[in-house]
């Protein structure tokens, strides 16, 4: 049997490849046949069988996909069949050999067109020891050998030998070692051989789950398989004599591992998260859900199927979703999903194996939470009607009204925010309300001012819309509206001059106590019966005053154009006016005098310093007229030289070159270098016209060619500036006190020196005495000596007698300080007397 199954799978490609030919050559291929792609389905079960035990699936193939197929059985009262092609059993019986074969037809509901197809069922092999002996006896593998055409006898075969594989079931109990085939060869009749196995699960990684006896060739298996982690081993078969010499060429096992529903689905995760929109139709896709099966995704074991369980909510339908059963892509069914209603669902998917049969199949469970979103299906909502406010008049930037709205969306979100505007009542745009974005309630607020003798009320109307639009077929309007009543509170206000600046034209030099114009503020609030006092600001040149009553601006002081204080003409004061309201307010004011120009000021001689050569050639003096009035009391200038002194205009002569500039020159030939002082008259062209006499410093000096001073050292002192003069002075001074502090420091160290070469003690020192003694003796009664004993008769001068140790600072000794002569340390009265006779000090040796 074995040899003749194998030379079938080997004929099997050669006829496949004829057939190929066969219709390649005739040029007709098939690409669909309508039917069972099969004749006859095998399935291998176990003795008994149980009611709803799916057996098998019949696949039908329908090329045009248009048929509409069903399913009969030979045997109704023991198989049936479900649309799918799954096989199942009606009843539990045991199996035998009255049900080891029936017919399945399948038939088009349209054309009744009809097919059928046989199946075959098997039992299962029970594991026993009788079972396996038996099963040794059949199951055999002989090394193969082929027949010659020359000889007509047996000879090896050159090339491997494909032997049928090996279904061995999973997680089999054994007992073990459970043999499985004998592998043998024809040539152990006549020698003594010796059979082995290599490969992964024999001599390889995972080593010894395959054994096989070397004398008999018996394979066995040590223990039970699984699938899900090794699903095929390929082994070979050796046979070798007892001198290890090969025999047989290797022969290939196939091992194959049947698979075993032993495996639950797994979802991938436990949780499933996803959302839907509220209000979506039925057929709106949600979400997949996924679970895999470590069993043979080919076999029954491994193909899963999905269903919900439960829902959770079951409102406002207990079935709001549905799942592909073989996907797991849910689904709506029904209509009402509903945010503001229920915002979430929990769904119980489960996963079945075997196709979803529950009595055989393996199931999982997992859970689907479905997030119901948002739609902006509802509008915001006033709560009120009309809302009120008040703002004081004046006032900006303040909330006046809060507005409430409702509004059952999401909170948050662009259909939950509200968006408000001002629709009426506010045609000056005095008015805004802006979103609070956690309240969402809108707030009024004032942008302009608002005046309350103009406006003391308003009345808005205001709408609120979200920041998107209304969904699609929502019946709702899409906005709210309300009104707001505004009260306007009246306030002290400030009083305002009008105008403000005030210009009035006055000419300069008008006296005090003349009344220049009334300055006076108004006051806005005309409900409030209040006074305006006026005080006075800013006057920098302290000109005016103002009547605190009646406003009236009057001057104090000659008002002078040329004055620091007036800019471009124009000087400003500043008032303050006050009212007596509650709280008081004020208000400023500015008045502004534009003086007119009176001819007040003699013209000047302009530059007061110039430089002229002795020679009247080559140079000239250029000189013109500064006038603090302006035109018409200014220039054009007349320039004149006066009568005296005589040598004025014996040494010089002045030219006028236009209205504004004169030239003045030398004389005489020749002018020793100095400097000059020359009276110019100027006169001005005003009405009456004024005039002075200024003074112009020239420097005369030797020039060379070009025009230039040479003698500068011999002018220098003359022709020096008072500020030069000034800072020579001050370095002078500096430079004799320096000197001076030197030669007061030289002479206290001299001292300093003589005093340390001294001998005596300074209370014998006839000085030290004299101090003593003008210390500690009486008052003014008794000064009456003669201290011409002390001088020299021939250079004491009658005022220059002093109290003794008493000298002028700013007087110098006449001769020089005598120095002390050596004494013994111990001291005697009569020492002085002897000092007199020897020397005379002079008085200014003597001090304190």
Not at 706 to 712: E, F, R
Request: with cysteine.
């Amino acid at each position: 049997m074995c040899r003749i199954a194998g030379a079938l799978r080997t004929l099997l490609p050669l006829l496949a490849a004829l057939l190929q030919a066969s219709v390649e050559a005739s040029g007709e291929i098939a690409l669909c046949k309508t039917g069972f792609p099969e004749d006859v389905y095998s399935a291998v079960l176990s003795k008994d069988v149980h009611e709803g035990q799916p057996l098998l699936n019949v696949k039908f193939s329908n090329c045009n996909g248009k048929r509409k197929v069903q399913y009969e059985s030979s045997e109704p009262a023991d198989f049936k069949v479900d649309e799918d092609g799954m096989v199942y059993a009606v009843r539990s019986f045991p199996l035998s050999s009255e049900h080891a074969k029936f017919l399945i037809y399948a038939q088009d509901k349209e054309t009744q067109e009809k097919w059928q197809v046989a199946v075959k069922l098997s039992l299962k092999p029970t594991l026993t020891e009788e079972s396996v002996k038996e099963s040794a006896e059949v199951e055999e593998i002989v090394f193969p050998r082929q027949f010659s055409k020359h000889s007509g006898h047996l000879q090896r075969q050159k090339r491997d030998w494909v032997i049928p594989p090996i279904n061995l079931p999973e997680n089999s109990r054994g007992p073990f070692p459970q043999e499985l085939v004998r592998i043998r060869s024809d040539r152990d009749k006549n020698l003594s051989l010796r059979y082995s196995v290599t490969g992964p699960g024999a001599d390889q990684p995972p080593t010894g789950i395959f054994i096989i006896n070397p004398i008999s060739g018996q394979l066995s298996v040590t223990k039970p398989l699984d699938r899900e982690q090794i699903a095929r081993f390929h082994l070979r078969a050796h046979a070798v004599d007892i001198n290890g010499n090969q025999v047989e060429n290797p022969i290939d096992i196939v091992i194959n591992v049947i698979d075993m529903n032993d495996n639950r689905p797994e979802f991938l995760h436990q949780v499933w998260n996803g959302t839907v929109p509220e209000g979506s139709k039925p057929g709106t896709y949600v979400m997949t859900v996924t679970a895999i099966d470590a069993d043979d995704p080919n076999a029954l074991n491994g193909m899963l199927r999905y269903r919900i369980v439960s829902q959770a909510p079951s409102t406002p339908s207990p079935n709001m979703f549905t799942i592909n059963n073989e996907t797991g892509d849910i689904i709506t069914v029904a209509a009402g999903l509903d945010r503001e209603k229920v915002q979430q669902y929990t769904l119980i998917i489960q996963a079945t194996d075997m196709e979803g049969n529950p009595t055989y199949g393996l199931s999982n469970t997992a859970t689907a939470v479905i997030t119901v979103t948002d739609v902006n299906d509802n509008p915001p909502e006033f709560t009120a009607m009309t809302f009120y406010g008040e703002v004081p008049e004046n006032r900006v930037d303040i909330i006046v009204a809060n507005l409430t709205v409702t509004d059952k969306d999401q909170p948050h979100t662009p259909a939950w925010n509200a968006v408000y505007r001002i629709s009426g009542g506010d045609p000056t745009g005095r008015f805004a309300i802006q979103t609070d974005p956690n309240s969402n309630d809108g707030l009024v607020t004032v942008v302009k001012p608002i005046d309350f003798e103009t406006n003391r009320m308003f009345v808005l109307t205001v709408a609120a819309e979200n920041q998107v639009p209304l969904a699609k077929g929502i019946q709702h309007p899409p906005q709210s509206t309300a009104t707001v009543s505004v009260t306007v509170i009246d306030v002290n206000e400030n009083p305002y001059f009008a105008p403000n600046p005030k210009i009035i034209r006055q000419e300069e030099g008008l006296h005090a106590g003349t009344m220049l114009t009334t300055f006076t503020a108004q006051d806005p609030d005309r409900y409030m019966q209040q006074n305006i006092r006026y005080t006075k600001l800013s006057d920098p040149a302290n000109w005016l005053k103002i009547d605190p009553v009646n406003g009236q601006i009057t001057t104090i002081a000659v008002l002078d154009r040329e004055s620091p204080n007036v800019k471009n003409n124009i000087y400003n004061a500043t008032f303050l006016a006050s009212d007596n309201g509650i709280p008081p307010m004020s208000g400023t004011g500015t008045l502004q005098i534009y003086l007119l120009d009176i001819n007040d000021n003699a013209p000047q001689v302009l530059p007061q310093e110039a430089e002229t050569c002795e020679t009247p050639d080559p140079n000239s003096i250029n000189i013109t007229a500064l006038d603090y009035d302006i035109d018409p009391n200014a220039g054009p200038f007349a320039f004149d030289l006066p009568l005296s002194p005589v040598t004025i205009k014996r040494n010089w002569t002045i030219t006028r070159l236009n209205g504004d500039f004169a030239q003045l020159n030398l004389k005489i030939k020749f002018l020793e270098a100095g400097i000059y002082e020359v009276p110019i008259i100027i006169t001005d062209s005003g009405n009456p016209p004024k005039s002075n006499i200024s003074i112009l410093r020239v420097k005369v000096c030797q020039c060379d060619s070009n025009g230039d001073c040479t003698d500068v050292d011999r002018i220098v002192g003359a022709g020096l500036g008072t500020g030069a003069i000034i800072a020579i002075l001050l370095c002078i001074i500096i430079l004799l006190i320096l000197v001076l502090m030197f030669v007061v420091w030289m002479k206290r160290r001299d001292k300093e020196r003589q005093a340390k070469q001294l001998l005596i003690d300074p209370e014998d020192d006839v000085r030290d005495n004299i101090l003593k003694y003008d210390e500690e003796g009486g008052g003014e009664e008794d000064q009456d000596y003669d201290l011409s004993q002390l001088q020299q008769p021939d250079t004491v001068e009658p005022d220059a007698i002093k109290p003794v140790g008493i000298r002028r600072m700013d007087e110098r000794p006449i001769h020089a300080e005598p120095q002390y002569p050596v004494r013994s340390a111990a001291p005697h009265p009569g020492d002085i007397g002897d000092f007199i006779n020897e020397k005379t000090w002079p008085i200014e040796s003597l001090h304190l």
